[in-house]
């Protein structure tokens, strides 16, 4: 076990669990062909890059100067350690007493945190009870109470006692892009976990279309009952990368998306 070592640029596998228009048609810019030409540059690139790495292979030389700077082959491999052993409502549970485990906790308890089912007070409760450390349930149970109130569910787009309109599909989902350990102990672990999020309300009339986010949450967990629980939690804008200039899909599009495509339980 290692968990001594702060652990920077952390990449997640990703494992799957299961099998007018506000969104509108117009583009942000009508560069196609400037694209088109792009991706085929990309790709030449790409593949003369592979060439290079492929004939350079054998050659038995030492690094060259500068190659400490690099990321190491172990800092995007997956491991072949089975990530976590059961899940508890619904959530992945059962971490490994390490660093990569408390990586993987902090990346599913994100998503936990960051989905539709937060907007559900029975829901919420149970995901509180399966991801907070135990002495921390109650007082967090209270905090979120007093957030989700029916000005809050107004303002994304759903109905005051936070029931989604008729009509209409409403998107929370939180997916996590990578993880980073900060400070670690056997007892302790501080985890930032970079994401992507989705909000809002799919529907051709919708007030509150669903948008695209950027954040970092930053969890303190500790290691209690055998795996990895959160005692504190907090989130602060980006990294954002720049937009592209992809046309925004319809309501129904972006309804039938999230209808159709499943999430992920999100492993080291």
């Known amino acids: 076990m290692s968990l001594g070592d702060d652990r920077e640029g952390q990449t997640r596998t990703r494992l799957p669990e299961t099998g007018g228009d506000v969104y509108g048609g117009a583009r942000r ?16 690139v790409l593949l003369v890059a592979a ?3 492929a004939n350079r292979g054998g050659s038995g030389s ?10 190491k082959a172990s800092s995007t491999a ?10 508890s409502a619904g959530i992945p549970a059962g971490y490994a007493h390490d660093e990569q ?13 960051g989905s539709a089912d937060m907007f559900d007070k029975v829901k919420r409760d149970d995901i509180l009870r399966t991801i907070i450390t135990p002495s921390r349930v109650s007082e967090f149970e209270t ?14 787009g759903l109905n005051e006692d936070g029931s989604t309109p008729t009509g209409y599909t409403f998107v929370s989902r939180t997916s996590p892009v990578g993880t980073k350990v900060v400070a670690a102990s056997t007892t302790s672990s501080t985890v930032e976990v970079w994401c992507s999020g989705l909000l809002g309300l799919a529907g051709e009339k919708s007030t509150s279309p669903v948008t695209n986010s950027w954040f970092t949450i ?16 907090s989130q602060k804008d980006g990294p954002t990368p720049v937009p592209g200039d992809e046309r925004a899909s319809s309501a129904d599009e972006m309804a039938k998306a999230v209808q159709e495509f499943g999430g992920f339980t999100y492993a080291r």
């Open 218 to 233: 930053t969890m303190q967990l500790e290691w209690t009952g055998g795996d990895w629980k959160i005692v504190t939690h």
């Open 143 to 156: 905090t979120l109470d007093q957030a989700y109130t029916p000005a809050f569910y107004k303002n994304v």
């Open 51 to 53: 060439i290079a790495f």
């Open 29 to 44: 810019g009508g560069r196609s062909s400037s694209r088109s030409m792009i991706t085929v540059v990309g790709v030449v």
């Open 62 to 71: 030492g690094s060259a100067a500068g190659d400490e700077d690099k990321p």
């Open 101 to 113: 485990g408390a990586q993987s906790a902090a990346a599913n308890y994100a998503i936990a945190l």
């Open 78 to 87: 997956a491991t072949g350690t089975r990530p976590v052993k059961g899940k």
